[in-house]
């Protein structure tokens, strides 16, 4: 009814489910952003729901499909929309489009089984039978346009993720009980993995942290999320250092974030981690705690080493660390200054003029 009675340009996302992080950042976040917008009137369907849109097609400025893979309904679909000349943007969040990145990517979270190696072939093939038919795309990242336009040759915008409300309302609340608090004597380093294909990405600072932790009796480690241990983590979890704590809703996980001392953000050096996005970084500023990222692309774009986060390189992390446990009381500017950052630069209320122009330069690029 909302695109029926709308006199603004009407914008539809296709979402193929409901899932907890792509949906949020992609999709969600984007409509919280433009409901006071007076030009663009931006909802969501699932693919499961296309019928109830078939009679009010002409209506429709743009459809826009969040990592959409192929399907009888989805192809069908696309058909009626290339008949009425509506055009389609491909919404991609990650290198995981295309067939040929898939080997890297099972090589770069350590994945051999037959079974992985058949569905994310499989999985891979369906985005790109819908990304190749789309006018073109929006993605996250710099990297990733580079990609894409690479690969398809259609023009690429890049919306970066950003927050929602909630969870700014949630970041503030923490802010304000961790003023009240008493200090800890525990020093908590923080590992917020989200989904089992990080496992690599703590190896690069297992050494560092383990010897840390030898060394300094009151550092402990918080692993939020999907993780198998090695066996010098398992050492330490049997001497009750390390808290170990599953999935949780992302409210939630701003508590969990906010609970710890420093949030590290290890990744290797391959092309997938170059297209990923800076979430980690925002999530932890808001609730001022400081981020430690590894020195890519994308990281080192936003934190300025020193001044609203660290940056690492494979072999600092060990001095990094180490310097932000040994100076804690003196770390109030950096956090103030990422979180100013963060919010200036994430902030919903300031994603509004930002998605209008984005939705006006593919309209005007792409003839709607």
């Not at 009010?56 to 459809?63: F, G």
């Not at 080192?300 to 072999?315: A, F, H, P, R």
């Not at 600092?316 to 100076?327: A, F, T």
């Amino acid at each position: 009814s909302g695109i029926i009675n709308s006199k603004k340009k009407n914008i539809v996302y296709i979402k193929d489910v409901f899932d907890n992080s792509t949906f949020r950042y992609r999709t969600y976040n984007v409509m919280e952003a433009m409901e006071d917008s007076d030009k663009y009137y931006v909802t969501c369907f699932l693919i499961k729901e296309l019928y109830s849109i078939y009679n009010i097609l002409d209506k429709i400025s743009l459809v826009i499909l969040q990592r959409a893979k192929w399907s009888f309904e989805l192809e069908s679909f696309i058909r009626i929309l290339n008949a009425k000349n509506i055009r389609i943007i491909y919404d991609m969040d990650d290198l995981i489009y295309h067939t040929k990145y898939v080997p890297k990517y099972l090589n770069s979270v350590g994945d051999y089984r037959e079974f992985a190696i058949d569905s994310f072939f499989a999985l891979s093939k369906r985005y790109e039978m819908i990304a190749s038919i789309s006018d073109g795309f929006i993605v996250t990242t710099e990297a990733l346009r580079r990609h894409i336009e690479n690969d398809f040759k259609k023009p690429v915008w890049v919306l970066s993720n950003f927050l929602n409300r909630e969870q700014e309302e949630e970041s503030e609340k923490i802010c304000k009980i961790k003023k009240e608090q008493a200090v800890d004597e525990k020093f908590v380093i923080g590992y917020f993995s989200g989904s089992n294909s990080h496992q690599r990405d703590l190896e690069i600072v297992e050494s560092a942290i383990v010897r840390l932790m030898d060394k300094y009796d009151d550092i402990y480690l918080r692993i939020v999320g999907f993780m198998n241990l090695s066996d010098n983590f398992e050492r330490l979890k049997k001497e009750e250092r390390l808290i170990f704590d599953k999935f949780v809703p992302y409210q939630e996980l701003q508590y969990k974030i906010g609970e710890v001392d420093i949030n590290i953000i290890p990744l290797p050096k391959h092309e997938f981690n170059e297209c990923k996005s800076e979430l980690k970084y925002f999530e932890a500023s808001i609730v001022d705690t400081i981020s430690v990222a590894t020195n890519n692309e994308v990281y080192s774009s936003i934190i300025e080493d020193g001044v609203d986060g660290y940056l690492c390189g494979e072999m600092d992390w060990y001095e990094k660390l180490e310097y932000i446990y040994l100076n804690r009381d003196k770390m109030d500017k950096i956090r103030e200054n990422a979180k100013i950052k963060c919010y200036n630069k994430y902030g919903n209320e300031n994603m509004r003029d930002m998605i209008t122009t984005l939705y006006d330069e593919i309209i005007e690029s792409i003839g709607v």
